[in-house]
């Protein structure tokens, strides 16, 4: 896959005295890694540096195979004000990522071989983070009638989803799992419950009763949760669970995989580290969907991910252009950024307070997701793409929304202190990012 | 500027008990000067005021003019036809329009909950919430604690019930908090579809019954059904909700004390209130309207600077 990322370089590339973390391996210790067109040459141990090699001092810092986010929102093509394939690669890529998933809510949505053409080779064009497409699972997302699934994989589709609007039809639902496994690709859901939720702009509690604001009930993703484990269950096709926001979805999934159930679930950062009292003041940059839950919801998805009952961590990035969140809260859309902050976050609010082991963060964001969506990558292992992240867990740094290489700004992070950075990013055996400073 | 109240008036959530009582004491002589023959006072002579709403309003609109003439204020009603949204200019935007008229303060009436305060962090104006989607209502608060302070003396310990679609009201959220921050006991009563589901942690107790809601309370404060709640599926018909939860003269006959009945207004007479309680001798409604209009006084007079220990003075007509 990706072949001109990978081609394109032709220098051998050594990263010298790295903490290696790698999962896949059961690796984490002292050592070097290098990288021989575009692929993984030797991990481990002193390596000599062959004629000609780049080597890069990376003493002090982790070296974890490419960080993988399998949940985000590039806009384009549609909105390309908003975000362009390139400008959320480059983001992606500054947070640490070395590929994305990018869903098919555009304009026109990425229903057809065509468009998932268009944004795989705009991803490979902007020759930063690999950008994967998401096909719709329906014409439109209307939900109505099944989109040309098998021609969308043969274009580079890694999976399907509706995403931003659930399939309503459990029968649609069905067909879909049931068709999809010719191919092999998940199928992912956005679960919620129109008829409970529509209307609402928060979690429905306490804070949205002050607020004056419609609330979503934890149940109107629950029902779909435990829906879509039944007919994964009937099907024994793959289901993936978008942005698990409440304890109880962490339960049904729990269920579901205790019984040998093919499903797969996925947690944003923020949903880990914010509960719905960033919304007070109406602060629509804590304005998303699935909202902020509470403080129950978190540490209950927190020992999901710790047990392995929630599979990923992702971000759910979301660009919105400032003057659509600069209005009242209702009117607002759901959706903040996560490229450039998530790696922060997680080292923030679950690696350095001990929710997660520094190898738990690493298989959940680089090689669980690689795993559950059979992508390359995910692995420092040789003969593997040369996809490498390169962060130090210990820097502290503020957010300054105005830095971000997103055309996004609406983070309800901007000014907060986060403990973890991305320094260096690469994809192919080729760096695409090297922090400054 | 800013007064001993701060720059805006967006919610009693926000105010301190001592603030509330502060209105209240300063809205008693300002009532006064709606008896007199000459119903004006020159305090706020040289402020404009724009009265922005983006809702409907009768009552609280005139209301707030009344309130604004009588203090000698300049001012403009703006009526925005449907929500800002649907107008194409945003809300920010009428707002900096405004502003760059050199204008004083704002009353808005808005839609969104939230609004208020929206356009109370973005311009320098003082901003008074006449009411922001099912958030605050917060001057309607204080005429409701003004009306049952003149009956009841102190509120400490005094229990008031809200009855209704608490759900949806800004008036119940304003109740609330004003209520409680002076001591009151506050109930709830209404179908559960018509509660928010947190109604529990709100610090209030919730009667399904209204007949053991009437038994508990001292004063009624009974909102107005908004009659699109029945399309909206929280209730099954207006004629069920009066036999069910509708105020009536036989309900509170069974009452072992005399209930003073509270009404934001408009009433819809069947529905939630029987007329012969509307018109009864214990209803306070319209002493409620005449409130209205010196609570509003106060707010205008604290937020232009006044000083409270001046509302004397400021009454018998001194700049």
Redesign the interface.
């Known amino acids: 896959m990706s072949s001109n990322i990978s081609s394109a370089s032709s220098r051998d590339l050594l990263l010298r005295g790295g903490r290696i973390v790698d999962p896949s391996q059961g690796l984490d210790a002292i050592g070097d890694v290098l990288m021989r067109g575009g692929l993984i040459e030797a991990c481990g141990g002193s390596l000599t540096a062959p004629d000609g090699a780049d080597v890069i001092d990376v003493s002090g810092l982790v070296v974890a195979p490419g960080l993988i986010d399998v949940h985000v929102h590039l806009r384009e093509p549609g909105r390309e004000d908003v975000e362009t394939v390139a400008t959320g690669a480059h983001a992606a890529a500054a947070g640490g990522f070395t590929a994305v998933c990018a869903m098919p809510n555009t304009r026109p949505v990425t229903d057809n071989q065509a468009t998932v053409g268009f944004v795989k080779r705009q991803g490979e064009a902007a020759g930063f983070a690999r950008v994967y497409p998401y096909g719709a699972i329906s014409v439109s997302q209307k939900g109505e009638t099944l989109a040309e699934l098998g021609e969308m994989v043969g274009a580079g589709a890694v999976a399907f989803s509706d995403d931003g609007r659930p399939v309503e039809s459990a029968h649609l639902m069905r067909t879909a799992l049931e068709y999809a496994r010719a191919f092999n690709v998940p199928v992912a859901e956005h679960c919620e419950d129109m008829s409970l939720a529509r209307g609402g702009s928060m979690n429905e509690g306490l804070m949205s009763a002050k607020l004056g604001l419609k609330g979503i009930p934890a149940e109107a993703e629950e029902i779909y949760v435990i829906r879509d484990i039944l007919l994964a269950r009937r099907t024994g096709g793959h289901i993936h669970l978008c942005h698990l926001s409440t304890k109880g979805s962490v339960e049904l999934v729990r269920w579901g995989k205790e019984r040998g159930v093919n499903v797969t679930a996925e947690v944003c950062s923020h949903h880990l580290s914010l509960t719905e009292q960033a919304v007070d003041g109406y602060n629509t940059n804590a304005k998303m969907n699935p909202p902020l839950r509470t403080e129950t919801d978190i540490e209950a998805l927190k020992e999901g991910l710790a047990d392995g009952t929630i599979d990923l961590l992702v971000t759910d990035h979301a660009p919105h252009h400032y003057d659509e969140k600069e209005r009242e809260f209702a009117d607002a859309p759901n959706g903040i950024v996560g490229l450039e902050t998530a790696l922060g976050v997680n080292c923030t609010y679950l690696l350095h307070p001990g929710v997660l082991s520094m190898s738990q963060m690493i298989d959940a964001m680089s090689c669980k997701p690689a795993r559950v969506f059979h992508l390359p990558g995910g692995t420092l292992a040789r003969g593997s793409i040369g996809d490498v992240s390169v962060f130090d867990p210990s820097r502290v740094w503020t957010v300054d929304a105005a830095r971000f290489k997103s055309k996004g700004r609406n983070t309800p992070y901007g000014g907060h202190e986060l403990t973890g950075q991305a320094r260096m990013t690469i994809v192919g055996g080729r760096v695409v990012y090297r922090a400054e400073t | 500027m800013a007064g001993s109240l701060g720059k805006d008036l967006l919610g009693l959530?926000d105010l301190s008990a001592d603030q509330i009582r502060l209105v209240l004491d300063t809205a008693v002589p300002f009532r006064e000067i709606s008896e007199r023959q000459i119903k004006k006072v020159p305090t706020l002579r040289g402020m404009t005021i724009v009265n922005l709403f983006f809702e409907p309003s009768t009552r609280t609109r005139i209301s707030f003019e009344f309130a604004e003439k009588r203090l000698s204020a300049d001012t403009v009603n703006v009526a925005v036809a449907g929500?800002?949204?649907s107008k194409g200019e945003?809300?920010?935007d009428t707002a900096r329009n405004l502003e760059a008229m050199k204008i004083d303060m704002v009353v808005v009436r808005?839609p969104?909950?939230?609004?208020a305060?929206?356009l109370a962090e973005r311009i320098e104006s003082n901003v008074i919430n006449a009411g922001?989607?099912?958030?605050?209502h917060p001057t309607q608060g204080l005429l409701d604690l003004l009306t049952l302070r003149d009956k009841f003396g102190d509120l400490t310990g005094k229990r008031i019930c809200i009855c209704g679609d608490v759900l949806h009201s800004?008036v119940a959220?304003s109740n609330i908090w004003g209520l409680t921050k002076l001591g009151a006991e506050v109930g709830v009563c209404g179908p559960r579809s018509l509660l928010?589901?947190?109604?529990g942690?709100?610090g209030v107790t919730v009667f399904d019954r209204i007949e053991d809601a009437i038994q508990w309370a001292d004063a009624l404060n009974i909102l107005r059904l908004q009659l699109e709640r029945m399309q909206g599926g929280y209730i099954p018909s207006l004629r069920e909700y009066n036999r069910v939860f509708g105020v009536t003269r036989a309900r509170l006959d069974a009452a072992p004390r005399d209930l003073l009945i509270l009404h934001p207004g408009p009433m819809n007479r069947g529905v939630e209130i029987d007329s012969d309680v509307a018109d009864g001798p214990h209803s306070v409604i319209l002493n409620q309207v005449t409130n209205g209009v010196a609570v509003r006084m106060a707010v205008l007079y604290l937020l232009a600077g006044g000083r409270p220990e001046l509302a004397e003075a400021a009454k018998r007509g001194a700049p």
């Open positions: 959530a929500s800002s949204v945003t809300l920010v808005h969104a909950s939230g609004a305060r929206f922001d989607g099912t958030h605050e800004r959220r928010p589901n947190a109604i942690e709100m």
